[in-house]
């Protein structure tokens, strides 16, 4: 080929090169190096805060009973998971023993006001045959009296709570006394005392309680008989008074006619507490008496709850128990039996600190009439500890803490500003801004953590969206 064709040739290509070189020379890509954030438009809207938890439900009312008279169950009327009303008749004791007591306290009681009217108003000769007669009544009672007390007693000292309450007493004291002697040889801390103490110490209010349970009937029983034998002395009196009597042997028959009313007055509640009746309305829980046992004195016999009302027992710090009264409301749910939203309140509010949680005891109750739930279900509880509308909120995933304060970036345009704002209440999702933004300003949300006062170009890629 021609020397010159193929220089012009090459001429032609080399041109054609350079003209597609310096079209892409002309052609710009715009770039932007802002960190790419998402935004939340400040408004106004409600915010409330909660706090939640757990808890098991109990029955707001409960009873204990247990016998106030030592005699046998005769008549069973309720048992175990019956439904009583306030009133009804749960145990019948026999009665035929303390009856007879009654009997015989009431005559003592009418001889005694007899022989008051035979002093006040009777010949000496009708004096001295009713107070021979006031005698045998006197002596009659008397004798009742002491059979009693001396059953009573026997009673008592058979007791077995009281030997058990007084043992734990003792081991708690023998343990307090070895723990002491450790602690001053440095075998043991202040704290191994003072649990050691306190187990003592509540053994021993338990034993001072039970003994003083048990042994009423028997100090009732005593001053029964004090009574019969001071009655008696009277009656024994009585029997040398004659005709125109004085106003001091009147005092005196008065005063055997108080001790017998006195002795009466105590062989009628005898006789009344042979009837145990409910004293509120419930389910029976605990039954622990059946027909034919002999039941003593302080024998705990039955346990009644009132499961119509229950109670969820929370416990709460310093920083929430500012935040919340009675009649606070409470959100329930219990998972057992996959029930939420039910209504609750605050219905107690201890305001003395648990020296040993650092925390409040709280009760909320819950409305149970149709019996939806049962005592001891496990229950979440979530308290509204403040609840404010039309206010200024942010996103709490804006909110940047440095050194006890808060901080957000506010969008201007492609650069974010850090601000200091004050925050209020929160519930997790948003918190309250109490002065340091405006409405219509523009947070960022997500992307602040890559941002810095130097680094505040921004890009912003969307509307941040709660989830």
């Known amino acids: 080929m021609n020397k010159k064709i193929i220089a012009s040739l090459l001429c032609v290509v080399f041109a054609f090169f350079c003209g597609c070189g310096g079209k892409e020379e002309k052609v710009e890509t715009e770039v932007k190096t802002g960190t790419n954030v998402t935004s939340y438009n400040v408004q106004y809207g409600d915010i409330e805060s909660v706090v939640s938890y757990t808890g098991t439900l109990q029955a707001s009312e409960s009873v204990n009973l247990s016998a106030k008279v030592s005699s046998k169950a005769e008549t069973l009327f309720a048992k175990e998971g019956d439904y009583v009303n306030a009133g009804d008749t749960l145990l019948q004791l026999d009665k035929t023993d303390i009856e007879l007591a009654y009997n015989q306290a009431k005559a003592a009681y009418d001889s005694a006001v007899a022989g008051y009217n035979a002093v006040v108003n009777s010949s000496s000769k009708q004096q001295t045959s009713q107070a021979n007669q006031a005698l045998v009544n006197a002596q009659t009672a008397y004798n009742q009296a002491k059979t009693n007390y001396d059953l009573e007693k026997t009673l008592y000292e058979n007791a077995s709570n009281v030997k058990i309450a007084k043992q734990n007493y003792d081991d708690a004291k023998a343990n307090y006394d070895r723990v ?73 028959a008065q005063a055997s006619v108080n001790s017998a009313k006195a002795a009466l007055d105590i062989a009628q509640n005898n006789l009344n507490n042979t009837t145990i009746t409910a004293p509120i309305s419930g389910y029976i829980s605990v039954c622990s008496v059946s027909e034919g046992q002999l039941v003593g004195a302080g024998t705990p016999i039955y346990e009644i709850k009132n499961a119509a009302l229950v109670d969820v027992e929370i416990n709460v710090t310093d920083s929430i128990i500012p935040m919340i009264t009675i009649g606070t409301k409470a959100n329930i749910s219990i998972p057992s039996a996959k029930i939420d939203n039910i209504e609750g309140s ?12 650092g925390l409040y005891k709280i009760k909320v109750s819950i409305d149970n009439s149709e019996n939806r739930v049962n005592v001891g279900m496990v229950a979440d509880v979530k308290l509204t500890t403040a609840s404010l509308s039309d206010i200024i909120k942010v996103p709490s995933e804006a909110l940047i803490n440095e050194a006890d304060s808060y901080f957000v970036y506010v969008a201007k345009d492609d650069v974010a500003e850090k601000r200091q704002i004050i925050t209020g209440v929160s519930d997790g999702v948003y918190t309250e801004v109490v002065s340091g933004l405006e409405i219509d300003e523009t947070v960022v949300v997500e992307g602040k953590d890559y941002l810095s006062e130097t680094n505040n170009e921004i890009s912003v890629t969307g509307e941040w969206i709660e989830n």
């Open 180 to 252: 002491v002697q450790l602690f001053n040889m440095g075998g043991a801390s202040q704290l191994d005392v003072d649990n050691a103490y306190s187990a003592m110490y509540s053994a021993e209010q338990n034993y001072i309680s039970v003994d003083a349970t048990a042994s009423a009937p028997l100090n009732a029983a005593k001053l029964a008989l004090d009574n019969a034998e001071n009655a008696l002395n009277t009656a024994r009196e009585n029997i040398g008074l004659t005709e125109g009597s004085t106003e001091a042997s009147a005092e005196t």
């Open 346 to 357: 605050v219905t107690m509010i201890d305001p003395i600190k648990d020296d040993m949680t």
